[in-house]
Each structure stands twice: as C-alpha cells, then as structure tokens.
C-alpha cells in the first residue's frame, strides 16, 4: 500500500504497513524493521548482547564526539510533568556551546509546536519552533504532504492537535466534548459528514462512547484513512504519577471499528524522516535519547541511529536487559546501545 507524497519540497515515497501500521520510506531510504537488517548494518541477533552499556567516563567523551545530531525525546527525559529534570538544562546548553544540533521528538500530541518551544523555554531548556517535531505537528504535515488528503478530518484529540490541522488548512470535526443524546437507536443511525476521508486520534480529555461511535462509523468505510499519533499506554508525570496515554483510546477506536492505525509517532520513522528531510541528518553520527524501550530506541533502530536509555522515565534497565537473550527479534531491536541514570551523566564529558 503505497502513496506518494512531497515532503519539504523533496519527493518521496512511502509504505504504510498494513499490519502494524509502522510508516517507512520505501528503496533507496528503506530501513530494517524487525527480521531484515539494514544494509551494512549490526546483526540484531549478534548485537543486542553487546549493548546496554552504561555511558560514564572517558568513553562518553569519545562518544559523543562521534555524534553530530541529538534527537531528545521529552516527557521523562527532560522533564516530568511541569518539573525539569535537574541537569538537563546544563546539559543541552553544552552541546549547543560543542557544535552540536538538537531536536525534540515527542509522541505527545498535547502540544502544538510553539507550546513545545514555550514550555522548554519556560524550564530553561530553550529551543526554537524549528527544532521541535511533536505528533500534532507531523501528523498535519503527514495529511497535507503525504497523504495529500482531499476531504474532512474526523478528530479525536485535543486543543494542539486541532490547532495544528487548522494550520495547515484541513478541515476538521469532532474536538471538543460529545454528550450523549437519545439511545441506541439514535447513535446507530447517528448522521455522518459525507466529507470525511480520515478519522485521527490522539490525546483527548473528552473521549466518550459518542466519540467512539462516531469514530467506527466513519471507519467503516474502508477508504477512510484511520491514523493514530501514538499508542503509548501511559503519560508520566512528576513524583513518579502517571496517566492513561493515547494508546488507550487508539486501542478502543481500533476495537470498534476492527481496523489497524496507522502510526505517525515513534516507533514509526516518520518523525525521523520530518527532522531529516529538512535538516540532512546523518543517522551515522546521530543518537536518539529516550526513556521507553518500544517507542525511542526502538524507532532509533529502525532508523539506524545509536541510542541511549535514560531512567529517569518509564522503561527500567531491568527490561532493556531482559531482552538482549530475547527469541524475540523486536524485542532484541529494543536493547539500547547505552544507557545512562539521567542526561545529566552526560555533563563531565560535555565539560571535559
């Protein structure tokens, strides 16, 4: 299942999976996803128990002088919740002052890119709009670029999301709240938009059963475009709290409507792709800094990028460890090649 769209200007041409709905840049920018490794690339299987090493001392230094880009992740790896986590605004500083570029991708898809820009400024973490690709933002982009889609959105998510559609001028309904009205009689007969080509969901305060509804009877139409920001099950948040994620709600609409989402966040490549296609990123020399095994590191395998655990959100060392005997071969794809307590390990290399 192939279409064909331009992404900042430069033609490219893409495969939606139509079983895990993971997106990927069809030959030449294919990458492995879980059985076929990339070309001239590390073996998953002779690898992963080579990986999972903690990043300290004269070797950190040596690494990240091998890099040029550094992807962050945000939510648990820069701050939880409201709080910054205690060093990372010294240590984003330093490797701006090295030369390095950074870039924020973030499957959290409550925030427009200028919130994003907003709150890491507000935490003394600092980033220009540019820098920052959130899935509100690329899943936008993903309709108007690639899927060049003719018709309405039917959304589930919140304010950001909204926004962001508005921005690149797709039409859209559904955000905001739904009370229920009559019964079930009335919602099984409930009148549909005819202009709908695409039913999105991401993170909405408002999901209800009319939601829900809604969401399946537009998806029965198997022509409809069923995209997802993110399925991520929990959102973490300060003093160790978390809360039901978007993976939830795309794990009902999917149940409804006995179709497949197809995935714009991580672990897909796509917020890779948006990053590198306007910033000629090197994946050689780039690294990707997370803190979930099945969403960061996965998605900087399948790109080809080193990758580094921090734990100071949700996966534990434990897991990564756990999997690099794994028969699994994803879960193998999920082992980090390092990893650190917090990004403010990375501080006495920056200095050194």
């Not at 919140?158 to 079930?184: N, T």
Request: net charge positive; hydrophobic share 40%; charged share 20%.
């Amino acid at each position: 299942w192939t279409v064909q769209g331009q992404l900042a200007g430069k033609l490219t041409s893409w495969r939606l999976h139509p079983i895990s709905g993971v997106l990927a840049a069809r030959p030449p920018m294919r990458r492995a996803l879980v059985r076929t490794c990339r070309e001239g690339a590390r073996s998953v299987a002779d690898m992963a128990g080579s990986r999972c090493s903690p990043l300290a001392g004269p070797g950190a230094a040596e690494f990240l002088a091998s890099v040029d880009t550094l992807l962050f992740d945000c939510d648990g790896v820069l701050w939880r919740g409201e709080q910054a986590v205690p060093g990372a605004a010294e240590v984003l500083a330093a490797l701006r002052r090295s030369g390095k570029r950074v870039f924020f991708l973030t499957n959290n898809s409550t925030k427009t890119r200028a919130m994003y820009a907003g709150k890491l400024g507000r935490l003394g973490l600092g980033a220009d709009e540019r820098e920052v690709f959130g899935t509100a933002y690329c899943t936008a982009l993903y309709l108007r670029t690639v899927a060049r889609l003719r018709g309405k959105v039917y959304l589930i998510g919140g304010q950001a999301l909204s926004e962001e559609l508005r921005d690149a001028g797709i039409p859209h309904l559904g955000a905001g709240p739904d009370p229920v009205r009559g019964g079930m009689s009335d919602w099984a007969g409930e009148a549909l938009d005819p202009d709908v080509r695409a039913v999105v969901v991401g993170f909405d305060e408002h999901f209800s059963y009319m939601k829900l509804n809604k969401a399946a009877a537009y998806l029965r139409d198997s022509t409809c475009l069923f995209l997802a920001t993110n399925t991520d099950s929990r959102l973490p948040l300060e003093g160790g709290k978390a809360i039901p994620g978007t993976g939830c709600l795309v794990k009902a609409v999917e149940t409804a409507a006995h179709r497949q989402a197809q995935i714009i966040g991580k672990p897909s490549r796509f917020l890779y792709e948006c990053v590198a296609t306007d910033n000629e990123v090197d994946p050689a020399r780039t690294v990707m800094v997370g803190d979930r095994l099945d969403t960061d590191i996965l998605m900087g395998f399948n790109c080809g990028l080193k990758t580094i655990l921090t734990l100071t959100g949700f996966s534990s060392l434990e897991e990564a460890k756990s999997y690099q005997g794994s028969d699994c071969p994803t879960k193998r794809s999920m082992v980090p090649d390092y990893y650190v307590k917090s990004i403010a390990d990375l501080l006495p290399a920056l200095q050194a």
